[in-house]
T-cell receptor, first 114, second 111 residues
């Protein structure tokens, strides 16, 4: 049990729709990163939020956006969904600037775009 | 650039040792991690090693790092059927928590 929770666990959306995924970070952690894991692949970094600001971004288009709240929880928003957006979306919680270098992952949200 | 490679599949018998290998390209990688993923689940952090170390042991797990060859391995002693899963190695640089993952090695442990 990592203390990182994601909701919902599963989601089905139609192409062109918008989706919001949520992540609650582990207590004491100030950084949330989001990853996309396509079937049979390793997770790919989408972006990271630190103290409510985007702190780095991977090779994803602007229709992938995010927020981090004062309690360090986070949202991932995807607009204009495409079939290729179907994947497991993982969030990872960590403490930036602290002695502990570990990133703990939630169980993920399985998004299916039809 | 950043690239992490792993072999796709490993099959062992229960009680044997398993060795999962990983190579990476980023010479500035500071931390290297091993994660375990069971079907339909998220990633479980198993262990990590700092780049100035050669070896780290944690119960049944031994991590070996050859920084010159950019080669990382995970040895699981006395492998059990419950160890069947996909194992990912990942690298990151100091000061930025982005993880770069390999494609994963599927470990199958047979009785």
């Amino acid at each position: 049990e990592t203390g990182v929770t994601q909701s919902p666990t599963h989601l089905i959306k139609t192409r062109g729709q918008q989706v919001t995924l949520r992540c609650s970070s582990q207590s004491g952690h100030n950084t949330v990163s989001w990853y996309q894991q396509a079937l049979g692949q390793g997770p790919q970094f989408i972006f990271q939020y630190y103290r409510e600001e985007e702190n780095g971004r991977g090779n994803f288009p602007p229709r992938f956006s995010g927020l981090q709240f004062p309690n360090y929880s986070s949202e991932l928003n995807v607009n204009a969904l495409e079939l290729d957006d179907s994947a497991l979306y993982l969030c990872a919680s960590s403490l930036e600037g602290g002695p502990n270098t570990e990133a703990f992952f939630g169980q993920g949200t399985r998004l299916t775009v039809v | 650039g950043e690239d992490v490679e792993q072999s796709l599949f490993l099959s062992v018998r229960e009680g044997d040792s398993s060795v999962i290998n990983c190579t990476y390209t980023d010479s500035s990688s500071t931390y290297l991690y091993w994660y375990k993923q069971e079907p339909g689940a998220g990633l479980q952090l198993l262990t990590y090693i700092f780049s100035n170390m050669d070896m780290k042991q944690d119960q049944r797990l031994t991590v070996l790092l050859n920084k010159k060859d950019k080669h990382l391995s995970l040895r699981i002693a006395d492998t059990q059927t419950g160890d069947s899963a996909i194992y990912f190695c990942a690298e990151r640089n100091t000061g930025f928590q982005k993880l770069v993952f390999g494609t994963g090695t599927r470990l199958l442990v047979s009785p």
